[in-house]
């Protein structure tokens, strides 16, 4: 079952890089077709989507209020101090 | 530890207590980008020296943390491109032959992917998975694991991906197709087959 010009192992490079820059007409052709027929490339595009559209919500919401990563008592002391420093020499 | 972050009006408060009501989220957001506490410390404290030095350009447009965070981002970029000057360059010829297992001689998946059912809020929900992200960008190497997160995460360009670690947008390209294609491997295993056989 040959599918077309592209194989999958090109077909997932040029997948990976579309979503990098805009690949030109005959690459976005040549992956549709290819798409289309297959099966795995297409879940491979869109376990890259779904990871993206996961990735961008967690970019916009880190707070994760009550955490339990929190300084160490050491480090916020550290910190503490050298902005302390910082403000009495400022 | 004192979790409630006060009110955060126009004026910027006490920079000594800024440590006290920032510092944590601060150093989780550090975290979320370079696994390395010592460092996270680092840039955390560089940013709270910087904030300071630059309070009044501070016009309370936005949040404090908003502005805080605004900082760290770059703090943690510059980190990235000094770090980056001392990092052997990637091995492409090993990822190369890394790509020979995933693909037979005609280029053909040898054990193509499969369905992962879940939407992206679902996946965003799942605390667990979010640590088995973090575990399978631990088994990147760390050129590889920035440049992703800096893409997915930070949504930089590949232009601005470049500039930091001084690398073409073909590397660029390469380096992220990498990333992705090792990343979806690494979940597919440790992530999505266990929840298969686990959920119904």
Not at chain 1, 73 to 78: G, H, L, M, T, V
Not at chain 2, 45 to 58: G, W, Y
Not at chain 2, 65 to 79: F, R
Not at chain 2, 161 to 185: E, H, P, Q
């Amino acid at each position: 079952m040959s599918h077309w010009m592209h194989n999958c192992k090109e077909v997932t490079r040029m997948v990976s890089e579309s979503l990098d820059r805009k690949l030109p007409l005959h690459q976005r052709m040549g992956i549709r077709v290819h798409l289309f027929m297959c099966k795995f490339c297409s879940r491979y595009r869109k376990q890259l989507l779904l990871l993206r559209e996961a990735m961008r919500l967690k970019e916009r919401c880190v707070e994760d209020k009550g955490s339990p990563i929190t300084l160490s008592p050491e480090a916020r002391e550290r910190i503490k101090r050298s902005f302390i420093n910082s403000l009495n020499k400022a | 530890m004192n979790e409630t972050i006060t009110t955060e009006n126009s004026h910027v408060p006490d920079p000594e207590r800024w440590v006290d009501q920032y510092g944590d989220y601060l150093f989780r957001f550090a975290l979320s980008r370079l696994p390395d506490s010592a460092v996270a410390e680092d840039l955390v404290q560089e940013t709270f020296l910087a904030a300071l030095h630059a309070r009044e350009n501070f016009k309370g447009r936005s949040s404090v943390t908003t502005w805080l965070t605004g900082i760290l981002k770059h703090k943690i970029i510059d980190h990235f491109r000094k770090e980056s000057r001392e990092q052997p360059v990637e091995d492409v010829e090993s990822f190369a032959a890394s790509l020979d297992d995933l693909f037979d001689e005609k280029g053909k998946w040898k054990i193509g992917p499969s369905k992962w059912t879940v939407s992206p809020l679902e996946l965003y929900e799942q605390k667990e998975f979010w640590r088995i992200l973090a575990l399978c960008l631990s088994e990147l190497s760390d050129r590889l694991a920035r440049i992703f997160t800096l893409r997915e995460l930070e949504e930089l360009s590949t232009k601005e991906i470049c500039k930091v670690f001084d690398i073409s947008a073909t590397n660029c390209w390469v380096m992220l197709y990498r990333a992705r294609m090792l990343l979806r491997g690494c979940l597919e295993i440790k992530w999505f087959s266990p929840k298969i056989y686990e959920d119904k």
